[in-house]
């Protein structure tokens, strides 16, 4: 024996849940681990408002966000920084939204979890169409 002893799983676990917990800023982290803006901070032009189909939905990548229209024509938007562990959500299928880090879905027409981790539901922005325009604004903390 050299008189190194192993330490128990609880000091491990203790010391493990005292550490402080990274990454909760403004910003996200992309799985490449680049820092990308979590939301728009200004209004931002996404593009034409027939990019955006009745029923359906789309993904805008470049701005974290997601845009989806009713049947009856109306907008929704959503910012799509996952609320788990807040990576970037980067893939959309049909109006499901699938995030990479760790599998957490989403429904893109009313931002609710529909698989965790994650537990807490997409921010909800503000949008309209403007000028047959899409115009998503930062979101107003109430």
Avoid: Q, W
């Avoid at 330490?7 to 820092?35: F, K, Q």
């Avoid at 990019?51 to 990548?61: M, N, R």
């Amino acid at each position: 024996m050299t008189g190194h002893s192993t330490p128990s799983r609880r000091t491990v676990l203790r010391g493990a849940a005292l550490a402080p917990v990274a990454g909760l800023g403004l910003a996200a982290c992309s799985p490449d681990g680049e820092t990308v803006d979590a939301e728009p901070t200004a209004p931002v032009d996404l593009g034409a408002e027939g990019e955006v189909t009745k029923g359906g939905a789309k993904l805008y990548k470049d701005h974290n966000v997601v845009v989806s229209r009713d049947a009856k024509g109306a907008l929704k938007a959503y910012s799509t920084i996952c609320t788990h562990a807040r990576c970037p959500i980067n893939t959309l299928d049909g109006t499901k939204l699938v995030c990479s880090c760790h599998g957490s879905e989403f429904d893109a027409t009313n931002g609710e979890v529909l698989r965790e981790p994650a537990s807490v539901p997409l921010k909800e922005l503000p949008v309209e169409a403007k000028d047959g325009r899409i115009v998503v604004s930062p979101a107003t903390d109430a």
